[in-house]
């Protein structure tokens, strides 16, 4: 039986998602009250995420999934008194458990999905800080051209081998789609950027973010930043943002009756992956 799990977290005091010898992740946090919860042998509760977020990187709309016995009750009570009791034994309210359900046929959490939407807010000098946002937001001492970074972002976007984004990874494609890269300013004039992709290589975002950080600066010019893109090797002409600033918001499925043709291809593109 496949359970499907939406959550959310405050990633500041994690190492990221996936599992770490010794160090806090969610995943470890999350498959420890899962087996207490159940009642089952650690080694047996093991999740699949849709994106395996990075150390201090935070999630609205987290989505993984979890294999258990058939004698799991998986009734709507059950489910809805499972959810309470995991949360329960989570002991923590930096990560929320928004919801357990039994997953569609097909359905694979990370294979499965057809994008994932993420949020990165930075306040640059001309920003109001807001101390109740401090901590999902990066600060910046300069001024930043909106205009220029959303040209940056627009012209970014499309199927490309995002290789000078992402941190290497050995047989890891670095192929992706990204679908949607745009900024806006908020109520405080703080730059919120939308990146949407159908997955993300490790630090891909962050990465982004920087590139377009650089050229609202007028550090590096739109032309240069596709140049490199296309070079499809790793740079030092912009930095990778501060984790902070990143919120994952959604992760986005096909209608159910197509979740299996679609991790079935998704398998076949991309494997081995890291998102």
């Not at 998602?17 to 080694?43: F, V």
């Not at 296309?230 to 030092?236: E, K, P, V």
């Amino acid at each position: 039986m496949r359970l499907r799990l939406d959550l959310g977290y405050l990633g500041t005091s994690y190492s990221g998602w996936a599992s770490q010898p010794a160090l806090p992740t969610i995943q470890e946090s999350l498959e420890k009250a899962l087996a207490t919860t159940l009642r089952l042998e650690p080694s047996l509760v093991r999740t699949v995420v849709a994106g395996r977020t990075d150390a201090g990187v935070h999630a609205v709309g987290q989505v993984c999934h979890l294999d258990v016995p058939e004698k799991v009750n998986t009734s709507d009570h059950a489910l809805r008194s499972l959810t309470k009791r995991v949360q329960g034994a989570l002991r923590t309210a930096e990560i929320s458990l928004h919801r357990i359900s039994v997953a569609p046929e097909g359905f694979d959490a990370r294979f499965g999905a057809l994008s994932r939407t993420y949020e990165y807010r930075l306040a640059d000098v001309s920003a109001r800080k807001n101390p109740l946002l401090a901590p999902f937001t990066a600060v910046a001492s300069y001024d930043l051209n909106i205009e220029a970074m959303n040209a940056l972002g627009s012209a970014l976007c499309g199927l490309h081998d995002f290789a000078s984004f992402c941190r290497p990874k050995v047989k890891a494609t670095t192929i992706r789609t990204l679908k949607e890269f745009s900024w806006t300013r908020d109520q405080d004039g703080v730059l919120v950027a939308r990146v949407v992709a159908d997955a993300f290589c490790r630090s891909m975002v962050r990465s982004l973010v920087g590139s377009c950080v650089a050229v609202g600066r007028g550090k590096v010019t739109q032309e240069r930043a596709l140049e490199l893109r296309d070079l499809a090797s790793r740079t030092s002409e912009w930095a990778t943002m501060p984790a902070k600033g990143l919120t994952l918001i959604s992760i986005e499925y096909p209608p159910d009756a197509h979740l299996a043709q679609q991790a079935e291809e998704t398998r076949a593109r991309r494997l081995p992956a890291t998102d």
